[in-house]
């Protein structure tokens, strides 16, 4: 198997799918901060809550651009390989996932003495909800797992190539951007969803498990609960 001839390996991934963009945004973005400053920190603030709301809408390109280089074809039937046993217990593993990936970041602001409620949005706006619990699932599990970890895996060895697709899941969200140690639980969150594609290789089972993973964000008071944990443990 010639190795060379697998797109995207890792750095053709990053940079395609994170660095080009940046550059993009930072030669539009530059000299309108220069032109004026207010018009561009508006422009930037009206960006970061776009992304809430629609931001996948410019992923859709880059989603098509690396199906079309890689030469994946995903069939209906791909969609449907999947039965009611392994769905109860992908959402089993899917609600407890989530309960430690908001422990995690409860326990980050305690340590660290930071408040990540600006950063976590819980709309309740219907453009919020579509993004969340539809464009998300679907276009971050075809692209993460179903083209970057499965081109991976054929590169990589299993843990290495697990560890760069859940890199590339965790570095866009807009929390990481904002506090770094915030990294640690989307990237956990990315080997979970990895180590699903990789047992079952049902990329079903990875847009279900997100589903229901950004589901419990916005009906679980996450925040409230882990209060009360931590208030239990301190006294």
Sequence with gaps: MNKTKIFPSFWQALLYNYVLPIIIGIAVFLPV???????????????????DYAGHIFTIPILLFFLWKSKIKIRWAKFTDFNIKKILI?????????????????????????????????????LYVIHMLVMAPIIEEI????????????????????????????????????????FVPYFISGLFLGLIYYKTQSITLCIISHFIMNLM???????????????MINQ
């Excluded at 679980?220 to 944990?229: C, D, G, I, K, T």
């Design 33 to 51: 901060v220069f032109i004026n400053k207010d018009i561009g920190i508006a422009i930037f603030n009206w960006s970061v809550k776009f992304n």
């Design 90 to 126: 992908i959402i089993t593993l899917a609600i407890a996932l989530e309960f430690i990936f908001h422990g995690t970041i409860y326990f980050f602001e305690k340590i660290f003495n930071r408040d990540y409620s600006h950063s976590l949005s819980n709309s309740r706006h219907y």
């Design 143 to 182: 692209l993460y797992r179903r083209i970057f970890l499965h081109q991976f895996l054929k590169q990589y060895p299993v843990w290495v190539a697990l560890a760069l697709s859940s890199f590339l899941f965790a570095i866009p969200h807009i929390p990481v951007m904002y506090h770094f140690e915030l």
């Design 217 to 231: 964000v916005m009906i679980f008071p996450f925040r409230e609960f882990y209060s009360e944990v931590f208030t």
